[in-house]
T-cell receptor, first 116, second 111 residues
Framework: DAGVTQSPTHLIKTRGQHVTLRCSPI?????VSWYQQVLGQGPQFIFQ???????GRGNFPDRFSARQFPNYSSELNVNALLLGDSALYLC???????????????FGPGTRLTVL | KQEVTQIPAALSVPEGENLVLNCSFT??????LQWFRQDPGKGLTSLLLIQSSQREQTSGRLNASLDKSSGRSTLYIAASQPGDSATYLCAVQGGSEKLVFGKGTKLTVNP
């Protein structure tokens, strides 16, 4: 079975541009979360979606937005890119419904975003 | 606000040594605690998940313990191997699916 997939693998943008990152969860998983990991730091929670509804949002500016589609895949959008947005963006999926779970979350390989 | 701290930030050991990684968290009202492994530039691989009602979990050469009242967890790796070299991340889950991570411990096992 395929795990969590993310695209693209790498991305280079310039300041002020917009970027869209994509994530496909494990088949049967309806919950998707996004995390930002700056070099040398642990991942920071950005969003969580379940059944196309936002169930959680981290401390990120409104330049960050996301959505989930009927097939449970998800997009993370970042507008007006800043140098500080350079990071590894991780997507995770789970079978839980926005609540704490005894099941682990499964992470994708990430998208490496570089902002010049 | 939950904060997770991992000590040490980096650790270098010779092959075959037993080692302990430490994780502490400030809010004991957690649902579970997880240990992840991350290879350079890669995603996260779940190693062990301990529910708040449990004291420890074991998988092969790995053993994780949880003391919720004191806000501490340890990851014990027995007979370390060069293939264990990676960054190990501790994360706690509270009242939602959100995970709060520490900064990780970078482990190097020398042949």
């Amino acid at each position: 079975d395929a795990g969590v997939t993310q695209s693209p693998t790498h991305l280079i943008k310039t300041r002020g541009q917009h970027v869209t990152l994509r994530c496909s969860p494990i088949s049967g998983h309806k919950s998707v979360s996004w995390y930002q990991q700056v070099l040398g730091q642990g991942p920071q929670f950005i969003f969580q979606y379940y059944e196309k509804e936002e169930r959680g949002r981290g401390n990120f500016p409104d330049r960050f937005s996301a959505r989930q589609f009927p097939n449970y895949s998800s997009e993370l959008n970042v507008n007006a890119l800043l140098l500080g947005d350079s990071a590894l963006y991780l997507c995770a999926s789970s079978s839980a419904g926005g609540r704490p779970t005894t099941d682990t979350q499964y992470f994708g390989p990430g998208t490496r975003l570089t902002v010049l | 606000k939950q904060e997770v701290t991992q000590i040490p930030a980096a650790l270098s050991v010779p092959e075959g040594e037993n080692l302990v990684l430490n994780c502490s968290f400030t809010d004991s009202a957690i649902y579970n605690l997880q240990w992840f492994r991350q290879d350079p530039g890669k995603g996260l691989t779940s190693l062990l998940l301990i529910q708040s009602s449990q004291r420890e979990q074991t998988s092969g050469r790995l053993n994780a313990s949880l003391d919720k009242s004191s806000g501490r967890s340890t990851l014990y790796i027995a007979a370390s191997q060069p293939g264990d070299s990676a960054t190990y991340l501790c994360a706690v889950q509270g009242g939602s699916e959100k995970l709060v991570f520490g900064k990780g411990t970078k482990l190097t096992v020398n042949p």
